[in-house]
Structures are given as C-alpha cells and as structure tokens.
C-alpha cells in the first residue's frame, strides 16, 4: 500500500545523486583482470548509471585504513551515495561493517531489517551470514552489502528507487 504523502513527497527529491561503488576484495583488488570478474561491482555501476551519476568505482583490499581513506575521498569528490559490495560477513578479513559503523553520524536500520527479511525469503537461516547496513556519514549515505551477486541485486532493488528521496533528508 503506497502513501499519497510519500509519493508526492517523493517528486519534491532530487534526481541528481552523484554515486559511488567501493568493492572489497583481496583476490580482485591484486588481480589485471579485476575489474572483468567483479561481477557484483560491474551490476552496481551498470545499474546506478542507468538512473543517477556514477562518479567513482574502485576494488580494494579488506583493509580498514583503505577502506576509510576510499569513503573519505569519494565524500571529498563530491559523491552523496557510496555503495559497498564485499567484507561483509563472519570471516576474520571481513572488516566493511565494523569499519563503516563507527563513522555513522545516523543509521538506516531499516536497511538491514529489510535487506536481512527479503534474504529469510530467499534464503531460510543462510540470511543470518548477512550484516549488511546502512547509514549516513558527513551527509553522504554509504550502503554495506554484500559480495555475493544476488545480494547485490536484493539490496539495489530495495533502494535505488529511493536514493534521490533519501538524499533529500540526509543531506538536511
């Protein structure tokens, strides 16, 4: 059920989002051909160019001073939304979630909370691997997801609609 309010607070948003996507990836990040098997990465940039401005792309290792240094010249560059894809999960080189939420100024819980139920669906208990998160830092919004594909596709899927919407309040 969709709220008259919201739909005409939706047109009042701003089209122009300046995006960015961050990959963690150890064995991508060190590899020529990186870039060609960045598969969740290649989907994102594909995807965001199609309705916003994609300002910046760049696969990295699973390192938390890169991963900070990254964040913080993609907000100095000027880009609002930072998407990151990889590092995740449960394993010891994961570092994005514990990495970025110390940084939010604001959390978007209903990210995760949505994300985490679309991947019960999908998924059944598997969806408890996925910590993906949301949240805003120096007014740009930075969305944690997933490495895997089909990850990638639920999270854009939740909020690509909404970007420019979302843009509206965080940049307040």
Do not use: Q, W
Request: aromatic share 6%; proline share 3%; glycine share 10%.
């Amino acid at each position: 059920m969709k709220s008259k309010t919201m739909e005409l607070h939706k047109k009042k948003a701003p089209i122009k989002v300046s995006c960015g996507v961050i990959t963690l990836s150890d064995r991508f990040s060190n590899d020529k051909e990186g870039e060609e098997k960045d598969l969740s990465g290649k989907y994102l940039k594909e995807e965001l160019a199609k309705k916003y401005d994609l300002n910046s792309y760049t696969i990295i290792p699973d390192e938390i001073d890169t991963l900070k240094n990254t964040i913080e010249e993609m907000i100095d560059s000027g880009v609002e939304v930072i998407i990151t894809t990889g590092g995740t999960g449960l394993e010891s080189r994961d570092i994005t979630i514990e990495t970025i939420e110390p940084l939010f100024e604001k959390e978007i819980k209903g990210f995760g909370e949505i994300f985490r139920a679309i991947s019960y669906e999908e998924l059944g208990a598997g969806s408890l691997l996925s910590r993906a998160t949301a949240g805003i830092y120096r007014k740009a919004m930075i969305f944690a997801l997933p490495g895997s594909p089909d990850a990638v596709k639920t999270g854009l899927g939740i909020i690509i609609d909404e970007l420019g919407h979302l843009k509206k309040h965080a940049r307040k």
